[in-house]
């Protein structure tokens, strides 16, 4: 009995350190909106489509241990032309971030301009998206990889420090721009370029051209990591 006390006093103490935050946010879609998300900080950007008439946004996160999940925001919004997902940090909440929170990650620190103080955040934050077949796609984050599977509309994708990967379809038509400044342009698709990649270019460069005889406009950026347009299977 006091063994077992003992487990399940100690279950009480470290449990909420690896509580994750869920946020699922369900928005009704129309043909004429394009779906917009801002999402700045994360891990992974997994968007697929389906058959429904919405746009889903699942959201799992864990910042400090789960002792700061609450500095996770989040806003949504609709309107004629567009859905809207943001998410960004709560920079106040932050400053309650401490080196312990994240014995073993890699420190992200913010400094108050007055005093110098350091603030530690680590954070695992990865979202699953759900969107319509029709849906138009704008994503932007700075350090998630985007991974996009199913699209048959216009796409923008960009990220800072994450890679993009888009499947497309080998038989359906397609304008696209892939844009990399220290990565490399990666695809098995048969495309007609309108440039050629510079041997060595100064900074980065930026490829286009068509698939099929080209289609609804496909740009892809990353700054620092890969650009991969993959046939899909």
């Known amino acids: 009995m006091k063994n077992l006390l003992i487990l399940l006093l100690t279950g009480l103490t470290i449990g909420p350190a690896f509580a994750q935050k869920i946020i699922d946010k369900k928005i009704p879609f129309s043909p004429d909106q394009v779906v917009n998300l801002n999402l700045k900080f994360a891990d992974s950007i997994q968007i697929r489509y389906w058959d429904k008439a919405e746009v889903s946004v699942h959201i799992a996160a864990t910042i400090n241990g789960g002792r700061l999940n609450d500095a996770l925001l989040v806003e949504s919004g609709s309107t004629a032309t567009e859905i809207t997902v943001k998410t960004d940090f709560d920079r106040e909440l932050l400053k309650q971030g401490k080196a312990e929170d994240c014995p073993e990650s890699r420190h992200s620190t913010w400094r108050t301009e007055k005093n110098g103080a350091a603030y530690y955040t680590c954070s695992t934050i990865n979202y699953q998206v759900f969107l319509p077949r029709k849906a138009k796609l704008r994503v932007e984050t700075i350090n998630g990889n985007i991974d996009i599977e199913g699209a048959s509309e216009a796409v923008f994708a960009k990220t800072i420090s994450g890679f993009v990967d888009l499947n497309w379809s080998g ?16 695809s098995d698709l048969s495309i007609d370029f309108k440039n050629k990649k510079q041997q060595n270019p100064i900074v980065g460069y930026l490829l286009e051209g068509t698939v099929n005889g080209g289609g609804p406009d496909v740009r892809l950026e990353s700054i620092s990591n890969n650009v991969y347009v993959r046939k899909k299977k």
Not at 172 to 184: C, D, V
Request: aromatic share 6%.
């Open 171 to 186: 038989t359906k038509g397609a304008n696209l721009a892939l844009k990399t400044i220290t990565g490399e342009v990666y």
